[in-house]
């Protein structure tokens, strides 16, 4: 990220073309090479490989305020490397053309139907936050767990490659 990148507007979320971002590090997030320090936190067990992606401190009472129970998202999982968003959602947790959810955007998208609001980052959010509180009712039945570990872990590389997910 370019010095004090943040200095002007403060904490705000990535995008995908974020002008924030130097050319080595749009590399290395391409790449997903920027991921590896985080391997450091899951073998001190701060973070599990698989599990929802933590969001920046700064950021959650914004989106709190925007998203009812995204707090709740991560209760009871540990924040993981790579998880069902990262390789079900484009890489601001906008949903893929013609991905099953892609269906029911109108009805999951700007609920208190604000005018102007209509692409917010928090409707990307609150999609993101419906993947995270699906793996965390997978965790509820142990099969199921397993299987759906195996899956995100099955389709993580495949993300890399295609270079979608976050």
């Not at 139907?113 to 142990?142: C, H, P, Q, S």
Request: hydrophobic share 45%; charged share 25%; no cysteine.
């Amino acid at each position: 990220m370019k010095l004090d990148a943040e200095a002007k507007t403060g904490a705000v979320i990535a995008a995908e073309n974020d002008d924030r971002v130097l050319r080595i590090g749009s590399f290395l997030r391409r790449t997903r090479l920027d991921e590896l320090p985080q391997l450091w936190n899951v073998l001190r067990g701060d973070m599990s490989l698989v599990g929802p992606r933590p969001e920046r401190p700064e950021l959650i009472g914004n989106l709190a305020l925007a998203i009812p129970f995204f707090e709740e998202r991560m209760r009871g999982v540990r924040p993981g490397l790579t998880g069902l968003a990262q390789v079900s959602l484009g890489y601001t947790g906008r949903p893929r053309p013609n991905s099953k959810i892609e269906a029911y955007m109108s009805s999951l998208t700007n609920p208190f139907k604000v005018e102007g609001t209509e692409g917010a980052l928090a409707d990307d959010m609150r999609i993101k936050a419906l993947y995270d509180f699906a793996y965390g009712a997978a965790i509820e039945d142990f099969f199921s767990f397993v299987r759906m570990e195996a899956w995100i872990l099955w389709q993580t590389p495949l993300a890399v490659l295609r270079r979608t997910g976050r």
